[in-house]
């Protein structure tokens, strides 16, 4: 795995829960160069393999953010293709990825291990997106 991408990834998901558009956004900034939708998947998938998160999704009926609670090669084909009506990555056009809630992770204990042993990654390498021009608010 990309050191540099999942520093970034873990301290991204170490603020919040992170949907597929922080995965596909943070892949696609750090490794251009080997980006695709399925190496977002290998990503994801791999990190779970590390036990680094979790997998879950906000069920509706004003319910917070549940666990799944199945198998990686689930998980990763629920968000390859969607869920509980939700279309998934692979089905969805680029406009899409941004407000797909197909899944969101959670870092668990030992991806808050490893992102400790790895510290900031802003003052290891830099801010990725210095010099990149913001959007204006809607």
Do not use: C
Not at 48 to 57: K, L, N, Q
Not at 81 to 99: A, C, M
């Amino acid at each position: 795995m990309n050191e540099k991408l999942e520093h970034f990834i873990l301290y991204e998901l170490s603020d919040d829960w992170a949907a597929i558009a922080a995965f596909d956004g943070m892949f696609a900034r750090i490794a251009p160069e080997s980006y695709s939708r399925y190496a977002v998947l290998d990503l994801i998938r791999s990190l779970a393999a590390s036990r680094f998160i979790r997998f879950g999704s906000f069920p509706g009926g004003g319910r917070s953010w549940e666990p799944w609670g199945v198998s990686i090669d689930e998980a990763i084909d629920r968000i390859a293709h969607g869920y509980n009506g939700v279309r998934g990555y692979l089905d969805i056009t680029d406009d899409e990825i941004g407000s797909n809630e197909i899944f969101r992770a959670e870092l668990i204990e030992d991806g808050e291990e490893r992102l400790a042993e790895l510290g900031n990654p802003y003052e290891k390498y830099g801010d990725p997106w210095r010099g990149t021009p913001r959007q204006a608010s809607s």
